[in-house]
């Protein structure tokens, strides 16, 4: 009797433990009160995200990745100098990958008429070692006489009527022939200098430059055409002495009241030998301005009628009577609306009717065209104030949250680079020293 009640308390203390673990695995599992179906598939809180496959795609923030975007966007408006002089230093194209030295050969009366470079190199060569291989293919025919040569200047000749270029391999004896080269440039020390011979490169459409800021030298490859074009830029910029800059500020500006900015105001807060010139536009205004007028003095004007935003900051750089252009996105936010504006400039630096000035055109314009345009003759020293763009220009929705008085501000303070004899040090001129210069 004993051992049958032991064994109803083992079993029943076994049901007890069973119904426990039970009990301790349902406090355990997870409680789905609410279910999501997004495409069919399940969705809770312990899911994990499922993502679309992209393509192979650099991206955003890799591509607009730019060692020079911070030279471009930064401003220090406290340390600007309106005229600097710098000494004249060489422009030194080169170009790579010409392989190893040819052989110390003579050529003397050498003709060809109506030939490939390949078949004229061949002919010249065919009782020596030297074979030729075109790397890529070659189409001008070439003709021409060598009374006496060595055979690297004849060889040079004719790959520069071909337009092609040559390699020579010494272990193997093999000419290569190819239609692209790559060249390496050895720029100036000053930085402004470099920018503008990279939109002057850029502008003539020869892209992928490899820039080394450390070394100051530019790679970049092409063909015949491409070396002509960069060969000209290079020879043009080193022929000029002066290179113009301009260095920027854009405002957006939201009137505190339901009225737009009185820019008449600016007559008696600064007075009127502060306010050079007004030139109107087909949109704005462009007001030539005296140093006194800054950007500290501007805003704080603003600051009594409006709150004002900045948009984009930065400088851009041109050699006299180029043209160039900054594009307000990439040194700005961009979620702004003004993201697409391009400022685009030409200027020369030089006699304008008997007075020394810089002579520009400002363009303002997006990808749909050309916004507005300024013609500004100005002294070295003065700024430019352009007013009265309204926001809603770079508005694309049908209805906006912006005030229609909020307009764009464009600040912009021109530089003057003086190139100068190598014998003579660089400097910034201040003082006494800038109206000596101006008075020149």
Same mark, same amino acid.
């Given at each position: 009797m004993a051992q049958n009640n032991i064994k109803k308390t083992i079993v029943l203390c076994t049901i007890i433990a069973s119904l426990s673990a039970c009990a301790n695995r349902q406090q355990n599992m997870p409680l789905y009160d609410t279910v999501n179906v997004v495409e069919n598939t399940v969705i809770d809180e312990n899911s994990v995200p499922i993502f679309p496959k992209k393509a192979a795609l650099t991206t955003d923030t890799a591509q607009r990745f730019a060692l020079?975007? #911070?030279k471009r966007c930064t401003v220090d408006w406290n340390n600007q100098s309106v005229v600097s002089v710098v000494p004249e230093e060489k422009i030194e194209i080169v170009r790579l990958n010409t392989g190893d030295a040819l052989p110390d050969l003579k050529?003397?009366? *050498?003709?060809?008429k109506k030939m490939y470079v390949k078949d004229a190199l061949e002919k010249l060569l065919e009782d020596t070692d030297i074979s030729v291989i075109e790397d890529q293919a070659t189409f001008e025919k070439i003709s021409g006489t060598i009374s006496t040569s060595s055979l690297t200047d004849a060889v040079e000749l004719m790959a520069k009527l071909g337009r092609v270029y040559y390699s020579y391999d010494a272990e193997f004896g093999e000419?290569?022939? !190819?239609? @692209?080269?790559?060249?390496?440039?050895?720029? #100036?020390k000053?930085?402004?200098?470099?920018?503008?011979?990279?939109?002057?490169?850029r502008g003539a459409d020869v892209r992928n430059l490899l820039v080394n800021?450390?070394?100051k030298t530019v790679v970049f490859e092409g063909n015949y055409q491409t070396e002509r074009e960069v060969s000209k830029i290079i020879s043009d910029v080193a022929s000029k002495k002066y290179v113009l800059a301009w260095d920027m500020d854009? *405002?957006?500006v939201y009137p505190k009241t339901d009225n737009p900015i009185i820019w008449m105001n600016m007559l008696p807060a600064f007075g009127e030998n502060n306010i050079r010139m007004s030139i109107p536009g087909v949109v704005g205004r462009a007001l030539v301005v005296s140093p006194e007028i @800054? !950007?500290?003095t501007l805003q704080e004007f603003i600051a009594s009628q409006a709150n004002m935003v900045l948009v984009s900051q930065g400088t851009f750089a041109m050699p006299n009577g180029w043209q160039t252009r900054f594009d307000i996105g990439q040194c700005g936010k961009e979620d702004r609306l003004e993201t697409d504006l391009i400022?685009?400039? !030409?200027? !020369?630096y030089g006699n304008y009717g008997g007075y020394k000035k810089i002579d520009a055109k400002i363009v303002l314009s997006t990808s749909n065209g050309e916004l507005t345009s300024f013609k500004i003759p100005s002294n070295v020293g003065d700024n430019y104030v352009i007013v009265g763009i309204p926001t809603h220009a770079f508005v694309t929705t049908p209805e906006t949250l912006v005030s229609p008085f909020a307009e764009l501000v464009v600040f912009m303070s021109p530089r003057l680079i003086s190139i100068v004899d190598a014998s003579k040090p660089g400097k910034n001129l201040t003082g006494d020293e800038l109206r000596d210069f101006l008075n020149q």
């Open positions: 020079d975007l #911070p050529v003397s009366d *050498y003709e060809f000419i290569h022939l !190819t239609a @692209n080269g790559k060249w390496m440039i050895k720029m #100036p000053d930085e402004t200098i470099i920018m503008a011979l990279l939109d002057a490169m800021w450390q070394d854009v *405002y957006r @800054n !950007t500290k400022v685009g400039a !030409t200027g !020369t």
